[in-house]
């Protein structure tokens, strides 16, 4: 990855054992460093665009696709957040099927949680927001519970579920008083992809300003003159080893 030429380096007491003299040093690479670009770029969401991960996908195919350089790899991991690609990076099908049923064996298909669905109202108010996890027979209040007048048009509330809405409506009659068909069962695989799903949509620097980017990463990545300054990609820690 060329993101390492990048970072400048630190010459510290060398910890190694086979040392000849308390006074060497190695050079070791400064990873501190990043989070200065990471404070810098992390609130100006006008540099951004977003990107759906596909499967199979790496940095590197993904920095050569949009940038045209796979070697700008580490652009992508930074624009995306990301600080440990192996959890943070989705897993391609086969791999999250592998790492699924070696999580749960036979129980890949077993209830994970229940959750809830969500519920609005005749204007689209929010009733209820989904995805809160729940017992499997959680309930709310319905239409029922509220007011209508004996000309006023009928209150609607829409149970929204990923692949079809349920209508409750509050007619002459009254209709439903408590809504109970709003915790959705999901199972421990319906649940891994989800997680994993979540992981594919990311943040994507525009191609407009990779070049200040560039350009404002390798300012900050060097050191400004102080007692360990050596050049600005090197500094010097003290050496606690030595004694006047």
Same mark, same amino acid.
């Given at each position: ?79 995306? /957040? ?62 029922? @519970? ?27 009659? /009254? /209709? ?29 620097? @525009? ?24 050049? @600005? ?12």
């Amino acid at each position: 990855m060329a993101y390492f030429r990048e970072l400048p380096n630190v010459a510290y007491q060398s910890p190694l054992i086979n040392k000849t003299s308390s006074r060497e040093y190695v050079i070791i690479k400064n990873i501190f460093r990043h989070t200065k670009i990471l404070d810098h770029i992390s609130d100006k969401a006008i540099l951004f665009n977003r990107y759906q991960i596909h499967d199979g996908d790496r940095p590197d195919t993904i920095a050569e696709e949009v940038y045209g350089d796979p070697g700008l790899d580490w652009v992508v991991i930074l624009s995306a /957040g990301i600080t440990n690609i192996r959890n943070q990076w989705p897993l391609n099908n086969q791999d999250l099927y592998e790492y699924t049923l070696g999580k749960y064996g036979d129980s890949l298909n077993d209830l994970h949680h229940y959750e809830t669905t969500e519920v609005r109202d005749q204007h689209n108010r929010l009733i209820l927001p989904k995805g809160i996890e729940v017992d499997s027979n959680f309930t709310i209040d319905g239409p029922g @519970k509220q007011y209508r007048g004996v000309n006023d048009p009928p209150v609607t509330w829409r149970s929204i579920r990923e692949l079809e809405t349920i209508t409750l409506t509050q007619d002459t009659l /009254g /209709g439903p008083s408590l809504i109970n068909d709003i915790a959705v069962a999901l199972s421990n695989w319906q649940y891994e992809t989800r997680v994993n799903d979540e992981k594919r949509s990311i943040r994507m620097l @525009k191609v407009s300003y990779l070049g200040q980017f560039l350009e404002d990463f390798r300012r900050i990545m060097r050191y400004d003159r102080n007692s360990q300054y050596i050049s @600005k990609k090197l500094i010097k820690t003290e050496n606690t080893r030595l004694v006047d």
